[in-house]
């Protein structure tokens, strides 16, 4: 992002001289790429139901002629072309002017060309099951509504079992959040994780002191003396001249059966061993939202680490992956890594079984884990670097002792094996074995030698801190 490049195009209401309509089936957020003259530049494009939306756009790693920049936009079809055209700045780069898009959609995939020009952009629609996770996460920590009616002690509990706590409002942006979430829900009240029994509500479920609230007035009053549950209200209360409770502000109301509101920090469990890095991880924005909230402990899928190689590669270069336009894998469409994949598939971190089967659920071994991590590296070291011309970049690796379990390390994946080892982002499993790979039916069925989430995210975070 060194070079101020000009772009200067015709304004909105130059070039608007028929009058078109707009079509909601393209509304959505979009992830791509274009071209202008500072060359392939990434964005990110949102869409309402009503042809409002943003335009965002970043600088791809590799490319530091782009700059970042974001507008609000206004979207309108006519036969089938949708047409984006700016309307105001959100941030504007020096010397930036609005580009408009124009293209047809396909399926998920909006492309075109740019500004009358034969310059192109791609861009793939997110899938309901990554919106889902996206739209929960605020500052690392995920959220979830539940319409089923629980008192304030049993909700607590679900929310526990599965790992997470009643949610708490610490500031008003998360307020603000939280109304999004309850934007289409029922006029009911949803449980807060505040109890009168916990410190008359100056304390949240989770021990912190109450600092933020959004009472309405002249609430807490304990009507009747039996009011205990803390709850926001999603509706309008109206009692007369005693009280007026706008939509989204806090009531107490009395311990009866409530829909509620869970919370999960940046995991739901992990072992001791890893939670200092993995707090590390999570301050340095290397724990993607797909796994926000959940148990580290467990096995990472294929899909999974696509989510961390492409964090640790966008935090590593300072830029943003892009999603491939040209992948074939056909059983991920659904999938809610799927963003993840296509970017780590474009910056070459992973492969497929085959062209079109990724095998999103499958396990990684400990190998597959170097060596993925290992290509991340070279990519954000050799911008330049590909699969295919691996052979002319070399690591160094020597000095290192090998494993005693040498010999079932694959020969693909020794050399990113022991330059990891090298560095200190891996680590033997005790009696100087590494456990690369399943060398067994009994093994593979123990999982012995599948990595966990708990070590991609630490092994990440080492990788960004000893190799960057």
């Not at 796994?291 to 590593?316: H, W």
């Not at 590494?434 to 990440?460: C, D, H, L």
Request: hydrophobic residues 35%.
């Amino acid at each position: 992002m060194k070079k101020l490049i000009l772009l200067t195009f015709l304004t909105l209401t130059a070039v608007f001289s028929v009058s078109f309509c707009y079509a909601s089936e393209i509304s959505g957020t979009y992830e791509g790429w274009y071209y202008a003259n500072q060359g392939q530049t990434g964005l990110t494009l949102t869409i309402e139901d009503d042809g409002s939306g943003v335009f965002e756009f970043y600088n791809m790693p590799g490319n530091s002629n782009a700059k970042n920049g974001k507008y609000t936009i206004s979207v309108s079809n006519e036969d089938g072309i949708y047409r984006v055209d700016g309307k105001e700045w959100i941030e504007q780069p020096s010397g930036y002017d609005f580009v408009y898009l124009t293209g047809t959609l396909d399926g998920d995939v909006y492309s075109g060309n740019v500004s009358g020009n034969s310059w192109e952009f791609v861009l793939t629609k997110n899938n309901e099951n990554y919106q889902a996770i996206s739209d929960s996460i605020f500052e690392n920590h995920r959220y979830e509504v539940f319409d089923e009616a629980l008192k304030w002690d049993a909700a607590q509990a679900k929310c526990e079992e599965m790992g997470g706590h009643l949610v708490t409002i610490n500031s008003e942006a998360e307020q603000k959040f939280i109304e999004s979430l309850l934007m289409d829900k029922p006029n009911k009240d949803y449980l807060i994780g505040l109890n009168r029994k916990i410190d008359e509500f100056n304390t949240w479920v989770t021990g912190e002191a109450v600092e933020y609230t959004n009472w309405g007035e002249p609430q807490p009053d304990n009507l009747g003396g039996s009011q205990t549950a803390g709850v926001i209200v999603n509706g309008i209360r109206n009692g007369g001249s005693s009280y007026y409770i706008d939509r989204f502000q806090w009531d107490d109301n009395s311990n009866s059966s409530y829909p509620y509101i869970c919370e999960w920090d940046g995991w739901s469990a992990a072992n001791e061993w890893s939670t200092p890095e993995l707090q590390e991880a999570a301050d340095l924005g290397l724990i993607p939202d797909v796994l926000v909230g959940k148990d580290m402990t467990k096995t990472i899928s294929r899909g999974e680490f696509a989510a961390v190689a492409v964090n640790l590669f966008e935090q590593m270069t300072g830029g943003k992956a892009v999603m491939s336009s040209e992948c074939n894998f056909q059983d991920i469409s659904e999938d809610e890594n799927r963003n993840y994949i296509l970017k780590a598939y474009n910056i070459n971190a992973v492969q497929g079984l085959s062209d079109t089967e990724y095998a999103p659920l499958q396990p990684i071994t400990r190998e597959q884990l170097a060596t993925m991590l290992c290509r991340v590296y070279k990519k954000a070291e050799w911008p330049e670097w590909t699969l295919e011309t691996d052979d002319n970049f070399t690591i160094n690796y020597s000095g290192v002792e090998k494993f005693a379990d040498d010999a079932d390390i694959s020969d693909y994946a020794k050399p990113s094996v022991y330059f990891m080892v090298k560095y200190g982002v891996l680590t033997g499993m005790g009696n100087n074995l590494f456990a690369p790979k399943n060398v067994s039916s009994e093994q593979e069925a123990m999982g012995y030698a599948n990595a966990t989430r708990e070590q991609a995210i630490v092994m990440s975070m080492r990788s960004y801190k000893n190799l960057n």
